[in-house]
């Protein structure tokens, strides 16, 4: 049942990753970097403090009395994975939601999995997953298969956008799709993206003695209620601070380059809808943490909670691609490898799915 409910947890997470990026579309007149930092401050700076408010009593006290090592690695870490965010939006920008999704995420989910695996084999900590329990047992085996499969999802929807490449630069479309659309770019912001964004699981990592604090204090008021669903809500904040800094930095460099301050007082656009679809984007994707922590709490901070988070974004992005006509028009062959690649994806979570319940 534990297991049950962490996988629920975990595709609640991905559905709002998945979906955060599609208020910005109703975004209007304002340039990339102004609505991307306006829907972050929310995401980075509003959001997080308020959930570890209304459900962390005392959560400023915790961090306050955390070590300064502990505190810096789990922001220089969020640093990092700010990078990584910040391509992100790039990659969605130039692959669009379900090609960009794909490679970004699918790169975050192998390196943010097994990384950490690989160094609590030389570093052990309790509780841990190492790479030799997911190589030397039959759980670890399924995990890491249906990280396999994921990955082989990944590819296909990958062939997808080359096809869907070659058939825009034919010329011979009227397709919807994003007219932004560059695959060169695109895909090298989203290799550096994919990489990066590990690191927000590294930060967590780093970050667990806050999480730990928070989750002895509610568990000695709350006898026998097994661990606590959002013990992750305090990391978060110091993580996303590392991520607001480095938005924050890239995106005014951005305002200034490309005289677009006067985005923020135009009167040419609508000023109170863009706020509203900003902060609706920002918010839905802060829950995709939220979730996660949630559904960490039932699986444990092992490689198949990162890789279900990651899979669920997949599926869920790549679906909206589709819903968005993003691949309108593009030949048969390239639709068809994108439902091939979800069908794999939803049979990678299967997999993973079984190898946690098969664990204990």
């Known amino acids: 049942m534990q297991a049950i409910l962490g996988v629920l947890f975990h595709f609640i997470g991905g559905f709002a990753s998945g979906s955060f990026y599609i208020p910005y579309k109703k975004v209007k007149g304002w340039s990339w970097e102004t609505y991307w930092l306006i829907g972050g401050l929310f995401s980075w700076l509003i959001v997080p403090p308020l959930a570890a408010w209304i459900t962390i009593p005392g959560f400023a006290t915790i961090i306050a009395e955390t070590k300064f090592s502990t505190l810096a690695l789990t922001y220089f870490f969020g640093l990092l994975w700010g990078i990584g965010g910040l391509t992100y939006g790039l990659g969605v920008r130039y692959l669009g939601v379900s090609l960009g999704s794909s490679i970004i995420l699918g790169l975050c989910m192998v390196f943010g999995a097994l990384i950490p695996a690989i160094y609590y084999q030389f570093n052990p900590g309790e509780g841990k997953d190492t790479i030799g329990m997911l190589t030397g ?35 011979t479309t009227e397709t919807t799709a994003n007219q932004e659309y560059k695959f060169g770019i695109g895909l090298l912001v989203s290799i ?18 806050m999480a730990n604090t928070a989750n002895e204090i509610w568990k000695a008021a709350n006898t026998g209620q097994g661990e606590f669903l959002f013990q992750n809500n305090v990391t978060y ?20 380059r490309n005289k677009t301050f006067g985005d923020y007082s135009s009167k040419t656009v ?18 995709q943490f939220f979730f996660y922590g949630m559904g960490e709490s039932k699986l444990g901070n092992g490689p198949s909670s990162w890789i279900l988070h990651m899979a669920f974004i997949i599926l869920v992005a790549n679906a909206w691609g589709l819903i968005l006509n993003e691949w309108k028009g593009t030949p048969v062959k390239a639709r068809r490898n994108v439902i091939i690649g979800i069908l794999l994806i939803i049979l990678s979570v299967l997999v993973v799915g079984y190898g946690n319940s098969i664990r204990n």
Request: aromatic share 14%.
């Open 137 to 171: 047992t039959y759980w670890g085996v399924t995990i890491l298969a249906g990280l396999a499969i994921c990955i082989l999802g990944i590819i296909w929807c990958g062939k997808a956008g080359t096809k869907k490449e070659k058939f825009l630069q034919s010329g």
């Open 192 to 209: 550096i993206s994919g990489i990066l964004s590990a690191c927000f699981n590294f930060g967590l990592e780093a970050g667990k003695p």
């Open 270 to 287: 609508p000023l109170a809808k863009n706020l509203l679809f900003c902060a609706l984007a920002g918010t839905t994707w802060f829950l």
């Open 237 to 256: 904040v110091v993580v996303l601070w590392g991520g607001l800094t480095t938005n924050l930095i890239w995106c005014l460099i951005l305002n200034y």
